[in-house]
Each structure stands twice: as C-alpha cells, then as structure tokens.
T-cell receptor, first 110, second 114 residues
Framework: EDQVTQSPEALRLQEGESSSLNCSYTVSGLRGLFWYRQDPGKGPEFLFT???AGEEKEKERLKATLTKKESFLHITAPKPEDSATYLC???????????FGTGTSLTVIP | DVKVTQSSRYLVKRTGEKVFLECVQDMDHENMFWYRQDPGLGLRLIYFSYDVKMKEKGDIPEGYSVSREKKERFSLILESASTNQTSMYLCASSSPGHGGGELFFGEGSRLTVL
C-alpha cells in the first residue's frame, strides 16, 4: 500500500538555525514526490517536484532531495516567514491518486 | 499562474441541510480533486475527476457526491450535512501535461455543521 510518513510532527527553530524535515515513502513505482507549504487557514502551495533518486531542487532557503525511500527538505538559515506546515505527497505510476503525509509544522522564532 | 477558486471560504450549515461547494480552475486542467483536511489525519481524498462527466471515488466518498458538467468546474455536494462533516475542504487541479502533474490547490472552504 502506498504510504507517506513525515517527521518530526512539529519543529521549533531559532532564526538562522538550519535543519531538515523528513518524508519517508512507500510506493509501487514513483511517478513523482511533491513538497507543499501550507499557511494556517489556506490551501497548500506547491514548492517542488522530484522524480528520481539523487535529484535535488532549490528555492531560496529551501532545498529538497530524494532517495529511493525518503525525501528531505533542508531549510538553511530560516526566517520567521518560513513558519508554516510543510506537506509531502507521492504519486505512483499506476494511478491518478496522490498520497499525503500529515505534515511538519515549522515555527521559526526571531 | 494557475488559479483554483473555491466559491466560499467559510460556511455554517445546520444538520440535514444540502451543501454545495464550488470549484473553478482556469488552466484547462483535465484532473480535478476534492480533499478534506482534518487535524492529525492529513488530506484525505473524497472524489476526483479526470474528465468532464467522469468521476472516481477516493478514500472517503460516503456522504458526498460530485458533479463535473464543464471542464473548469467541479462541485462537491453534501446531500444531508452531518456534524462529522465539519472540516476544511480543499479543491485541486492537475494536468499530466503540466510539469510533473503536480496538484494546484484552492484557498479552501471551512465548513461548520451545527
């Protein structure tokens, strides 16, 4: 069964303190792994798509990496405006469905 | 930019009422989805549609129905609202020909059933 697990559930960082969020997945043939950012009371905002192990993508202070079993979202020198919930999702190559993790709630303290 | 618009941000309904949630996308995407999001449970798929008048059940379709009469519009219907349907409802669209087929979400509709 396709499954996504994110850790930790919550993370508090001081401004400038770099860290990583983890997304472990089980999927019958990976079509894509997706990272989203969600602010309170709003819909998720698309960040990255990764397709194959070894791939990396960057956007400002965020960098996403992918292995055959997990993905990491690295946050370098975070700022308070990076505070949000980060969601990971996978899509298998056998269907149209996306499978979401429950997210990591990130708080960056000034 | 892709825009997915949900008709209502906040709704309050009474038990037994019929509820319509409307979603419109402006990017000619083939696929549209309805999710509900609850604390600790993440996003759960209710229904999705890969073409006009086509629909498929997701993980939690009970108590819901959908309608897709036009490509850009996907409606979620609660025939008789119940308190356990109080939730955040998220509409999304995607296209196999757009990037990696990633989902683009609306702002969400927060439904409270009293």
């Amino acid at each position: 069964e396709d499954q996504v697990t994110q850790s930790p559930e919550a993370l508090r960082l001081q401004e400038g303190e770099s860290s990583s969020l983890n997304c472990s997945y089980t999927v019958s043939g990976l079509r894509g792994l997706f990272w989203y950012r969600q602010d309170p009371g709003k819909g998720p905002e698309f960040l990255f798509t990764l397709y194959s192990a070894g791939e990396e993508k960057e956007k400002e202070r965020l960098k996403a990496t992918l292995t055959k079993k997990e993905s990491f979202l690295h946050i370098t020198a975070p700022k308070p405006e990076d505070s949000a919930t980060y969601l990971c999702a996978v899509r298998s190559n056998t269907g149209n469905q996306f499978y979401f993790g429950t997210g990591t709630s990130l708080t960056v303290i000034p | 930019d892709v825009k997915v618009t949900q008709s209502s941000r906040y709704l309050v309904k009474r038990t037994g009422e019929k509820v319509f949630l409307e979603c419109v996308q402006d990017m000619d995407h083939e696929n549209m989805f309805w999710y509900r999001q609850d604390p600790g449970l993440g996003l759960r798929l209710i229904y999705f549609s890969y073409d006009v008048k086509m629909k498929e059940k997701g993980d939690i379709p009970e108590g819901y129905s959908v309608s897709r009469e036009k490509k850009e519009r996907f409606s979620l219907i609660l025939e008789s609202a119940s308190t356990n349907q109080t939730s955040m409802y998220l509409c999304a669209s995607s296209s196999p020909g757009h990037g990696g087929g990633e989902l683009f979400f609306g702002e969400g509709s927060r439904l409270t059933v009293l």
